[in-house]
């Protein structure tokens, strides 16, 4: 079987930014008052009351715990032993954190989310007592605050409810279809050739899971393949949607004029520009947009093929396959 294929390796990177947004959760100004005196026990109140309730959940954590490490260890219930164990309660619930120094170390306690911060600790043995109360669902981290400790190993996970599983994001594919191209010109005559874009920006699949907004001609990616033969004059008209946030434009490498089009082509969302060329040499040419920047606009997907046939036309085959390839990173 007789294959053609027509494409072009065009390294196009994109960095990717996922910004997630924290769930939103009670945060109260820090202390700006003097810390209690040292004793086994410091109580936060619960209630606007004062009076402390008594709490539904209880942990105890020990400093290093004869590990040798700086961590948390649990101690007694189902977190007996374990480093950094994962503390959970529900929301509203008051939850008792007792904090024992194991390792003879200046250590704290801390969950930021819910101001909690206890006072420093270092003889053996010593401990401090903390009580508070939960709000949302979700996942806050508590750790030592000591210079270093954190970044050593003292921190862990207070797991309040059932944090809600993420939303898998669905968009559709964008990707070409390599057999979805125009067929082979033949032995025709020179002709006027009439071909409409229109630059889009679209939120397409990137993986399982995952989406990203593409630059694109005419919704997918790469482009359409404009098909001609030498000696025809093209008649080009872009057009930019009117969801765009960008102006976009066009290159094509077969055009032998100021930027290939791109001087008569610089469209903002909402208008459209027209100029037409005539093609003088056969080959397989990217087009692509030339809106600075013009890699990044590459780089999100505005990239395709003009493959302007020879006189007579290409040779016959089976079958042609379209192939451009982009990356993003």
Not at 278 to 292: N, Q
Request: net charge negative.
């Amino acid at each position: 079987m007789r294959l053609r294929y027509l494409g072009f390796v065009l390294l196009a990177a994109a960095l990717v930014v996922t910004a997630c947004s924290p769930e939103a959760t009670p945060w109260l100004p820090t202390p700006t008052s003097e810390p209690a005196p040292a004793s086994e026990a410091q109580v936060v109140p619960v209630s606007e009351s004062g009076a402390a309730s008594e709490p539904d959940v209880r942990y105890t954590l020990l400093t290093g715990a004869g590990t040798g490490k700086l961590v948390f260890v649990g101690q007694g219930g189902e977190i007996d032993g374990m480093e950094n164990p994962v503390l959970t309660a529900d929301p509203g619930d008051s939850v008792e954190i007792t904090l024992v120094n194991a390792d003879n170390i200046l250590h704290d306690f801390v969950i930021d989310e819910f101001n909690v911060h206890s006072e420093q600790i270092q003889d053996l043995d010593s401990k401090v007592t903390l009580t508070f109360e939960v709000g949302e669902a979700g996942e806050y981290d508590y750790y030592c605050s000591l210079p270093g400790h954190r970044q050593a190993g003292m921190e862990g996970v207070l797991r309040v409810g059932e944090p809600a599983a993420p939303v898998a994001a669905v968009a559709p594919s964008i990707v070409r279809n390599p057999a979805d191209l125009p067929g082979p010109i033949g032995d025709r005559l020179p002709t006027t050739v009439k071909v409409d874009l229109l630059a889009q920006e679209v939120e397409g699949q990137l993986a399982d899971g995952t989406t990203f907004t593409y630059y694109t001609f005419n919704g997918q990616v790469p482009g359409p393949m404009i098909r001609v033969r030498v000696g025809d004059t093209i008649e080009l008209k872009l057009t930019n949607d009117t969801s765009s946030t960008l102006s976009h434009s066009i290159d094509l490498h077969a055009v032998n004029g100021p930027g290939g089009g791109a001087v008569y082509t610089q469209t903002a969302p909402g208008e459209t520009h027209a100029f037409s060329f005539k093609t003088l040499s056969p080959g397989v040419f990217v087009y692509h947009c030339a809106t600075p920047s013009v890699a990044h606009h590459i780089a999100m997907g505005m990239y395709s093929l003009i493959v302007v046939e020879p006189e007579g036309g290409l040779p016959p085959v089976d079958k042609e396959f379209y192939v451009m390839q982009g990356e993003i990173y």
